[in-house]
């Protein structure tokens, strides 16, 4: 999805330069280079804001994960309870 974007604002913002040349002067040439810095941040940030999105993304898959753990150890304390007091009956009988 990165590349796609990143691609896209490349494509948008050097379609109009026919040969290396030309953009080779756009980038380094007087106040052109202005355009090469602000695309260089724009692509920053939308890789913080991705990864951002991911962070979030896998932290609430971690915690529903730790959450199903949590109710399956209350499960399986709650059985290890009951088949002790099934047991200690069986015992008696």
Do not use: P, W
Not at 43 to 64: F, M, P, R, S
Request: with cysteine; aromatic share 8%; hydrophobic share 45%.
């Amino acid at each position: 999805m990165l590349e796609q974007v990143v691609h896209r604002l490349h494509s948008k913002t050097f379609s109009s330069f026919e040969n290396a040349s030309t953009l080779h002067s756009v980038l380094y040439g007087g106040s052109s280079a202005l355009l090469h810095d602000t695309y260089i941040l724009v692509c920053i940030g939308l890789i913080i804001i991705l990864a951002t999105d991911q962070i979030d993304a896998v932290a609430n898959y971690t915690q529903k994960g730790i959450d199903h753990l949590e109710k399956f150890g209350v499960f399986l304390k709650e059985r290890a309870i009951i088949e002790e007091d099934y047991a200690a009956k069986l015992r008696l009988i």
